[in-house]
């Protein structure tokens, strides 16, 4: 989980994830997107490899990057339940607590 949040706290690498939400694109495609050196925007993809937030494929000279939503969707959610947010759905409140009802309603 760390390496995403390291991942994610560039804004550069936010902005990548972003793009690749619309579709899958290539190194070039991607660099083009921000004024900064190759080999700059080379060190973020491979933060963003390192974390598993992205899929690279080689074709060629190509490389071509793909999101992957299941390793930030697992991150965010463990996230989450360190802090408890987002209790599990459904969740009965324990018997100890006593529930209060409201004049014309019925258990």
Do not use: C
Request: proline share 6%.
């Amino acid at each position: 989980m760390n390496a995403v949040f390291k991942a994610l706290s560039d804004p550069t690498r936010r902005k990548v994830l972003e793009l690749l939400r619309q579709r899958p694109m290539t190194a070039g495609e991607l660099s083009d997107q921000f004024q900064v050196s190759k080999p700059t925007m080379s060190a973020h993809f491979a933060v963003l490899r390192e974390a598993g937030l992205v899929d690279a494929s080689k074709q060629g000279v190509t490389i071509t990057y793909r999101l992957k939503l299941s390793v930030l969707e697992d991150a965010l959610l463990g996230f989450a339940q360190v802090f408890g947010i987002g209790a599990a759905q459904g969740a009965i409140a324990p018997a100890s607590e006593p529930t209060e009802i409201q004049e014309g309603e019925s258990p």
